[in-house]
């Protein structure tokens, strides 16, 4: 049985912590209300630092993963591989974190699952 929340609720309450730790966030694209694979673009007081993504695993639980760029990648590097994967997978949502300690809330969004 899948236990997963509705994807909308998750992005929202993901922009809700990221505004609660002192940060801010922003839903650059919506994808399916309810299925959409979730994509977090973590930066740093603009500064990217990773990508994130939300992916079932081989034992069928979610997990999330590090995709795309690199940290320190350029606003045009991430913007072109963010506009790709929606090209691909257009129920994807993207979501914009900035954090004020990204390592720390990258490290307790992934033990989360």
């Known amino acids: 049985m899948d236990d997963r929340l509705p994807a909308q609720l998750e992005a929202s309450s993901l922009v809700r ?3 609660s730790e002192g ?3 922003m839903i650059l694209a919506r994808g ?3 299925r959409g694979a979730l994509v977090l673009l ?3 007081r603009g500064t990217h630092v990773a990508c994130l993504e939300r992916q079932l695993g ?3 639980d979610y997990a999330w993963a590090s995709v795309g760029p690199a940290g320190g990648a350029s606003d045009s590097e991430v913007g072109e591989w963010a506009q790709k994967r929606r090209r691909f ?3 994807l949502w993207l979501i914009e974190l900035d954090v004020p300690l990204p390592e720390r809330f990258i490290a307790e969004t992934t033990a989360i699952g």
Request: aromatic content about 0%; charged content about 35%; glycine content about 16%.
């Open 58 to 60: 081989p034992h069928g």
């Open 32 to 34: 399916d209300a309810d």
């Open 89 to 91: 997978d257009s129920d």
């Open 23 to 25: 940060g801010s966030g």
């Open 17 to 19: 912590r990221a505004e």
């Open 42 to 44: 973590i930066v740093h």
